[in-house]
């Protein structure tokens, strides 16, 4: 059983593992849609309305033309439901989706869960996944937007 919670080790060059996850509004999105279309850009972090989180999502908005001249999507994941990920858009003006993670499944298959006392907790990861549906890019906490677009 403790296996089955561990998280994998990923790193570039690594096929991004598969998933699909609803958005906010209840559409469905699944990773595999976007290859040979579109970069993706996959934003883990811990919780809707929590200062990190409002800070490094609204850097991404403020960069949102940098990321679309890239050829890129972004998505927001954690474990929030459709309302609460409804009302950060509302409040915060995310021109992104933010996905459900609800049993934080994903966020585990992305190395982006940690163990806080007995609790498993998301743990801010930034994951760019090129075309290819390879991992192009892949870092813990808050890296620059700069960063991001230079792995794009």
């Given at each position: 059983?403790?296996?089955?919670?561990?998280?994998?080790?990923?790193?570039?060059?690594?096929?991004?593992?598969?998933?699909?996850?609803?958005?906010?509004?209840?559409?469905?999105?699944?990773?595999?849609?976007?290859?040979?279309?579109?970069?993706?850009v996959?934003?883990?972090?811990?919780?809707?309305?929590?200062?990190?989180?409002?800070?490094?999502?609204?850097?991404?908005?403020?960069?949102?033309s940098?990321?679309q001249?890239?050829?890129t999507?972004?998505?927001?994941?954690?474990?929030?439901?459709?309302?609460?990920?409804?009302?950060?858009?509302?409040?915060?003006?995310?021109?992104?989706?933010?996905?459900?993670?609800?049993?934080?499944?994903?966020?585990?298959?992305?190395?982006?869960?940690?163990?806080?006392?007995?609790?498993?907790?998301i743990?801010?990861?930034?994951?760019?996944?090129?075309?290819?549906?390879?991992?192009?890019?892949?870092?813990?906490?808050?890296?620059?937007?700069?960063?991001?677009?230079?792995?794009?």
């Open positions: 059983m403790a296996n089955a919670q561990k998280s994998p080790k990923l790193v570039v060059g690594d096929r991004a593992p598969r998933f699909t996850l609803e958005s906010q509004n209840g559409g469905k999105v699944s990773l595999a849609q976007f290859f040979e279309k579109q970069n993706v996959l934003i883990f972090y811990p919780g809707d309305m929590t200062p990190g989180c409002i800070m490094q999502l609204c850097a991404v908005r403020d960069d949102w940098k990321f001249r890239k050829d999507v972004v998505f927001g994941i954690n474990h929030g439901d459709k309302a609460s990920h409804a009302e950060f858009i509302k409040k915060y003006g995310f021109p992104f989706p933010l996905l459900v993670d609800a049993q934080k499944r994903v966020s585990t298959k992305y190395g982006a869960i940690k163990n806080f006392f007995k609790t498993r907790i743990k801010r990861t930034v994951v760019v996944v090129g075309k290819d549906g390879k991992i192009a890019y892949i870092k813990s906490g808050m890296p620059k937007n700069s960063d991001i677009l230079k792995a794009l």
